[in-house]
């Protein structure tokens, strides 16, 4: 077991981390992936979420045995600051009409994504108009994971009657993680610098516990027993379960730790964390 996070060293954190990045314009996801996992010396990385060359922004790179955590991301909302560039003079009801694509639409993904071409739903939580200036209408966009705001923007043009497109786009947040505590590549060069110099506070600030990629599902608290099985494919049974928070839906995906805070696994509830006996946790990946 890797013990509590907070007290790892800067090989663990970089065998078992993540680094909020801040991604610049220019390079595509995959490359500033590849990128951190040069600088940081690990076997593998993951970023979460593709972003566009041109889009900047929020974008977690899970480093090691982390990148086994990738899935999670699918489970949380994703936030954006978009520009909607008008094709015309803006009408009278902008506001009202964008207020209106709010709640569950109808997408396809446009010609050049990675997924295939079928008619999808997708849900807008919330869509602010921030401020208008001329033709352009700064927009924040919260929205289910897997929505193109692209085609978002071009949509609206259509219903204001103006025609638009998008144009610049920042990704402000990416559940759990958001645009407060952003990393770019200089500083993961400078925190490794100095990692090796014997000061690991910059690396600590800069590379968090992958368990910070968890902190938006619900967890189940198990026992160190418990955990060593699990370790060997094992699911979670009633009796291994210390403690599990309330009100957590059957079939959603939680996250088990230890009772030291150390993350042993993924897995859907399929039992009730208070029985005597019964299979509680259904591994869908072992993290330990």
Not at 8 to 17: H, K, P, T, V, Y
């Amino acid at each position: 077991m890797r013990g509590p996070p907070d007290e790892r060293d800067a090989d663990a954190l970089l065998e078992f981390g993540v680094v909020n990045l801040d991604k610049p314009p220019g390079p595509s996801a995959h490359q500033m992936t590849g990128w951190v996992r040069d600088l940081a010396g690990a076997e593998r990385a993951a970023h979460a979420g593709t972003l566009d060359p041109k889009v900047t922004g929020c974008l977690p790179v899970l480093l090691g045995d982390a990148t086994r955590l990738a899935q999670v991301f699918l489970e949380g909302a994703k936030e954006y600051v978009a520009v909607l560039e008008l094709h015309g003079r803006p009408p009278s009801d902008l506001e009202a009409v964008v207020a209106e694509f709010e709640g569950e639409l109808y997408q396809k993904p446009p010609r050049k994504s990675a997924v295939s071409r079928r008619l999808r739903t997708r849900e807008v939580y919330d869509l602010d108009l921030l401020e208008l200036r001329d033709r352009q209408a700064l927009l924040r966009i919260r929205c289910e994971s897997g929505t193109y705001v692209r085609k978002l923007c071009h949509d609206l043009g259509l219903a204001l009657g103006t025609g638009a497109h998008m144009g610049h786009l920042r990704r402000t947040a990416t559940d759990p993680f958001d645009d407060s505590d952003l990393a770019t590549l200089h500083d993961l060069a400078d925190a490794l610098a100095f990692a090796a110099e014997g000061d690991e506070e910059l690396l600590r600030q800069t590379v968090r516990p992958a368990e910070r990629a968890l902190e938006h599902l619900p967890r189940v608290v198990i026992a160190e027993s418990a955990a060593e099985q699990v370790a060997q494919g094992a699911p979670v049974y009633a009796p291994g379960v210390v403690a599990a928070d309330g009100g957590v839906e059957r079939g959603r995906l939680l996250a088990c730790y230890t009772p030291d805070g150390a993350a042993v696994c993924l897995g859907r509830l399929v039992g009730d964390p208070d029985a005597e006996r019964g299979e509680v946790v259904r591994l869908e990946r072992v993290l330990v």
